[in-house]
């Protein structure tokens, strides 16, 4: 058994995958996995070898698991998958369980529990107390994970391929509702590295179509920062039909940045209307020095501060594919006409870039390369923001 407390070093595997809401981090290789079963594989081959051996494989996670440890198995053997199900009874105890799948004859036979994790031992518990009926000569558990903290059942498992801390993992069989279970590799769910005790807030920059909406998504659950995106205001504006928004769309379907004076007043009432957040993500602001410096006095009058304005680096070339890309399904008129988007990105170059020195000489400027697949850049931009 070996005890697995956090992993650092890098893999082939990807180091952080996302999983419905959640990401999850590298914590358990597929060569360790590999590696370790080999080692059970040997010590059951060892322990059973005269023996009338039947694997019971625990449904759904542990078929993985059962498929990589029997193909290690030289005994002459048998496996069956099973499957718990509790349903509610109509007698007095209320809640019946049933082991479903155990069609074979096992009486007299050493039956190996295969699991793919056992935490509070309650489902070993009970499949055990269900095979008692069968007449079996022994039963043994065989488990890849094993918590030893959460544990409460009778007896702790046979054979362990990790003893793990108390936390929430997928991948290799195992499930985050339903999802996940196709990696070859164990995942830990990513926690925020550090306890900040301050307000958390990043100025998320780079030219349109950089991603900043999109990865602004994933800052948000990660961190709980209030998202506050300049252009969707705008544009929720325009679609309610209020006077900001008519003024507003004169400008923005020509590509040019709406006038400071509205921009900034807009995002102060933004500001105001949170109470106690815990940081913010200003996305698509500020894009002049104007709106900087009173984005700064802003934060001052709430005695909190930028913390740092992360840049998104991308290539010109990719962002007119990204942005044309985008036009088929974002209905932004300004996404679909090459004319308009060149404006976009001129204004970038002329008007908000020099934003960019604006919080270098505070120190609070951080690149992060901003090509390559969505998951890959939320990684570096956790990792950046992390270590803020
Ligand atoms: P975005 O969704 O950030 O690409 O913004 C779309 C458009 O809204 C921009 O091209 C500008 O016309 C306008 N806009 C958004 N944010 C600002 C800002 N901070 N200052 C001026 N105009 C802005």
Not at 53 to 61: E, P, R
Not at 105 to 131: M, P, R
Not at 134 to 156: H, I, M, Q, R, W
Not at 250 to 268: H, R
């Amino acid at each position: 058994m070996l005890l697995r407390k956090s992993y650092f070093c890098r893999s082939n595997s990807k180091n952080v995958i996302r999983v419905l809401d959640k990401s999850f981090e590298v914590f358990i290789t597929k060569e360790e996995i590999q590696q370790e079963i080999g080692r059970l594989a040997e010590k059951i081959n060892a322990d059973y070898s005269n023996s009338d051996l039947v694997f019971l494989s625990v449904l759904n996670g542990a078929f993985m698991f059962t498929a990589d440890l029997l193909k290690s198995i030289s005994l002459d053997c048998e496996v069956s998958f099973v499957k718990m199900s509790s349903y509610s009874g109509v007698d007095s105890r209320g809640q019946v369980d049933e082991l479903i799948g155990l069609g074979n004859n096992l009486a007299g036979k050493d039956i190996i529990i295969v699991e793919d994790i056992v935490d509070t031992g309650i489902t070993i518990d009970k499949i055990k107390s269900l095979l008692e009926p069968e007449g079996v000569a022994s039963v043994k558990v065989c488990t890849l994970l094993y918590k030893p903290d959460a544990f409460k059942g009778n007896e702790k498992p046979d054979y362990v391929g990790f003893s793990i801390p108390n936390a929430f993992v997928v991948g290799y069989g195992l499930d985050y509702n339903q999802k996940g279970r196709n990696h070859d590799t164990i995942y830990q769910i990513r926690e925020q590295k550090k306890h900040r005790t301050s307000m958390l807030n990043i100025v998320l920059f780079g030219p349109p179509g950089a991603g900043k909406g999109t990865q602004s998504e994933r800052l948000i659950e990660q961190y709980g920062l209030i998202h506050l995106s300049t252009g969707d205001i705008f544009r929720a504006n325009i679609k309610g039909e209020t006077e900001l928004g008519v003024l507003a769309k004169t400008y923005i379907d020509k590509g040019q940045l709406v006038p400071d004076e509205l921009t900034i007043n807009m995002l102060k009432a933004e500001v105001s209307k949170q109470s106690d957040p815990k940081g913010f993500i200003f996305d698509g602001f500020p894009r002049t020095i104007a709106q900087a410096e009173a984005l700064d006095a802003l934060l001052a009058s709430i005695e909190t501060s930028i913390t740092a304005m992360i840049s998104l680096d991308v290539d010109e070339a990719e962002l007119k594919d990204r942005l044309a890309n985008r036009a088929k399904t974002s209905g932004r008129p300004d996404d679909a006409n090459p004319d308009v988007i060149q404006n976009r990105i001129d204004v970038y170059k002329n008007e908000t870039a020099p934003v960019k020195r604006f919080y270098e000489q505070q120190d609070k400027w951080v690149m992060i390369n901003g090509i390559g697949t969505i998951d890959e850049i939320t990684e570096r931009l956790f990792a950046t923001v992390d270590s803020l």
